[in-house]
């Protein structure tokens, strides 16, 4: 695209882990946490979503499937694949997000666009192991310095560099990782 309009971009983002925020009356609110462009991006979430990312990132499994392991197995059992997750917009607080899916029929691809929740969106993500994308307008809207955050009670920045060396799961952080938003 030319002109003095900038080509939108969209940057792969990780989960960093789940963190907790001050809601508007002082009350803690957990946060699913991403890392894009350098920055951390805090999406408040239920604290059945942080569980339900937090459990699927540390591989803990649950007795009965809930409902995102339900979706995930639907799609595979009916020939389809999740390929990935985009959050590409911020409007008033509220992020929205897509999920994209495809199956094959007579060798041929379908591809399929949904509109989802980034939190159920991140969740369903984590489980299948598909990336997910972040757009320039909402990391500049919302995104944080690393120094915004306080990492497992009391470090600054980003999680230790040696956490990638230690835990080689999808995350180049512990999912276990602490986030206190300042």
Same mark, same amino acid.
């Given at each position: 695209?030319?002109?003095? !309009?900038?080509?939108?971009?969209?940057?792969?983002?990780?989960?960093?882990?789940?963190?907790?925020?001050?809601?508007?009356?002082?009350?803690?609110?957990?946060?699913?946490?991403?890392?894009?462009?350098?920055?951390?991006?805090?999406?408040?979430?239920?604290?059945?979503?942080?569980?339900?990312?937090?459990?699927?990132?540390?591989?803990?499994?649950?007795?009965?499937?809930?409902?995102?392991?339900?979706?995930?197995?639907?799609?595979?059992?009916?020939?389809? $694949?999740?390929?990935?997750?985009?959050?590409?917009?911020?409007?008033?607080?509220?992020?929205?997000?897509?999920?994209?899916?495809?199956?094959?029929?007579?060798?041929?691809?379908?591809?399929?666009?949904?509109?989802? !929740?980034?939190?159920?969106?991140? $969740?369903?993500?984590?489980?299948?192991?598909?990336?997910?994308?972040?757009?320039?307008?909402?990391?500049?809207? $919302?995104?944080?310095?690393?120094?915004?955050?306080?990492?497992?009670?009391?470090?600054?920045?980003?999680?230790?560099?040696? $956490?990638?060396?230690?835990?080689?799961?999808?995350?180049?952080?512990?999912?276990?990782?602490?986030?206190?938003?300042?």
């Amino acid at each position: 695209m030319s002109g003095p !309009r900038a080509t939108r971009m969209n940057h792969e983002a990780e989960v960093a882990g789940i963190g907790v925020g001050s809601g508007p009356d002082g009350e803690e609110v957990p946060a699913v946490v991403l890392r894009a462009r350098g920055e951390y991006l805090p999406i408040f979430v239920t604290p059945d979503q942080a569980r339900s990312i937090r459990d699927a990132l540390s591989g803990e499994p649950f007795d009965r499937p809930l409902t995102h392991d339900l979706l995930v197995e639907m799609v595979t059992e009916f020939g389809g $694949a999740i390929d990935s997750v985009r959050i590409d917009d911020i409007t008033g607080g509220t992020f929205y997000g897509k999920l994209t899916a495809e199956r094959y029929i007579d060798g041929e691809p379908d591809q399929f666009v949904f509109d989802a !929740r980034p939190s159920d969106a991140i $969740a369903v993500a984590v489980r299948t192991e598909c990336p997910i994308h972040v757009s320039d307008e909402v990391v500049d809207a $919302a995104g944080q310095p690393l120094d915004s955050f306080d990492v497992d009670g009391g470090h600054r920045g980003p999680p230790e560099s040696g $956490a990638r060396d230690r835990d080689p799961g999808p995350s180049e952080s512990d999912a276990d990782d602490d986030f206190r938003y300042r």
